[in-house]
């Protein structure tokens, strides 16, 4: 990407999150600055004053080949010393674990992480049947002492019950107490707390904007395109 997009990529997430060193035999976090030169292009100094490329340095000096060298090397400092800066191919940087999210999921990302956090109730079963399998709970002496028995033979059956869609009530207004029922199925209502009722639509029309007269081609892309409008309208109205 480009040093500008590089720029806004670290001002609106990446300054947030917490990175490790894979090659610390200890984690210790630090934060991202920036990004820098590719690490064949990217210099370290050793020796006082001799300069040798990041790959030359993990592959001669550590004797780790690198395996993305094209890709630039990552700025990384400590919160107590802000002044140093580790410069390290981004092959040897990680985003630490278990940080929290500081921004709003979208929907595509709420979707994805309901989708993981759901557990078919078979393989829910297969888990909680491996848990009793393993602990072998008739033979623990802790809840013999206590009295208590865990039947492992077979689990209690509950009758589920699927719930209706819900419905949002909008009152017109403090005169008019009729309520109006609206179904939400996909997205999210944002009223401001008033159901605004819409003018029916009898006419319609597409305008193209052109600096041109269109030609013929242009033309047929605009009656195609009218239709597909037509099919949508017809299709969710």
Known sequence: ISSKDQALLVRKLLKFLWFVMRCEAEACQYRLKSFGRPANQHKYIINGNEQITAVDYFNDIW??????PHLPVVELYHPNDSNRLYALPMELVAVDEGQPNLQALTTEEHIEATRKALVHPNK????IQRVVDERRFNHDSYLQKFGIIVDVNEMLLIPGRILPLPEIKYKLSDIDQHDII??????????????????EIRTWAIVLVSQHKPDDQQICLTRDFTQRILQVLIEFL
Not at 63 to 68: G, I, T
């Open 124 to 127: 829910c079963y297969r888990m």
């Open 182 to 199: 609206e179904g939400v199925q996909i997205g999210r209502w944002w009223l401001n707390k008033f159901f605004k009722k819409v003018r």
């Open 63 to 68: 004797k780790f080949p690198l395996r993305y």
